[in-house]
């Protein structure tokens, strides 16, 4: 199983970014799906999660910002980032609860995304 995140960039102050991350490999089902963002000097933290019913929940630091979504039939994962502000710049990771096709249950991380916010 892979998780591959994709969406990162330069943005300025107030822009948008929709970041993704797909999961691939022999998946039965893939639970909690979650964003996390490690800035310099800083703790990995984590910033919004899904489950495979939908329920969300965001860091105090980007709600009403930030929304979290998935479709399931695709196994992937997105963070539609908006009124980015320079606080946000850290490389973001995406991580799932997945399911296999033994079903065996593992915790995945995917490789981080850069996601600068910079005039």
């Known amino acids: 199983v892979q998780l591959q995140a994709s969406g990162g960039g330069l943005v300025q102050p107030g822009g948008s970014l929709r970041l993704s991350c797909a999961a691939s490999g022999s998946i039965f089902s893939a639970n909690v799906m979650s964003w996390y963002r490690q800035a310099p000097g800083k703790q990995r933290e984590v910033v919004a999660s899904?489950?495979?019913?939908?329920?969300?929940r965001y860091a105090d630091s980007v709600k009403g910002r930030f929304t979290i979504s998935r479709d399931n039939a695709k196994n992937t994962v997105y963070l539609q980032m908006n009124s980015l502000k320079p606080e946000d710049t850290a490389v973001y990771y995406c991580?799932?609860?997945?399911?296999?096709?033994?079903?065996?249950?593992?915790?995945?991380w995917g490789q981080g995304t850069q996601v600068t916010v910079s005039s």
């Open positions: 991580n799932a609860d997945i399911r296999d096709l033994g079903f065996s249950l593992m915790n995945y």
């Open positions: 899904i489950t495979s019913g939908g329920t969300t």
